[in-house]
């Protein structure tokens, strides 16, 4: 199952999900440097709440003042999170790629995003998986009145 073949999101409570968000470290797989996309402007929503963003992104050097790395094994930093803007298909190769760093403890497919193969892959190596979800609206949804 990929792409649009589902209409649920993971059954993370809302507790669970405020856990998450304390976790600051953020790999955005797919950022963009175009301001209009949501691989842009959602990414520069985090930031803009306290959370360090790291671009996943081969094709650019720079997005929103932070260095771009060709691929999760190459940010220096200890990852938390890795916030996937790739097509379901494409999510498989990014939790291979994710597995190389020891510390990520969540796998984050955005809204419209989800790949079952992946979802195990990430599960079998002890992270979480949250799909079908945006990290902003989230995010929005859980602290707007806190």
Request: hydrophobic letters at 40%.
């Amino acid at each position: 199952m990929t792409g649009t073949d589902f209409i649920e999101s993971d059954s993370h409570t809302d507790a669970e999900l405020k856990q998450i968000y304390r976790l600051r470290n953020i790999a955005v797989v797919g950022m963009s440097k175009h301001v209009e996309k949501p691989s842009n402007f959602v990414p520069k929503y985090l930031l803009e709440h306290g959370y360090n963003i790291y671009p996943v992104n081969p094709t650019v050097q720079e997005i929103i003042g932070k260095k771009s790395y060709p691929s999760i094994a190459e940010i220096p930093d200890k990852i938390d999170i890795v916030d996937i803007f790739r097509k379901s298909d494409d999510v498989p190769a990014v939790v291979t790629d994710a597995i190389k760093k020891p510390d990520i403890k969540i796998i984050w497919m955005q809204e419209g995003i989800y790949n079952e193969e992946a979802e195990a892959n990430a599960k079998a190596r002890g992270m979480d998986v949250v799909f079908n979800r945006c990290m902003m609206a989230e995010h929005q949804r859980l602290f707007s009145s806190s």
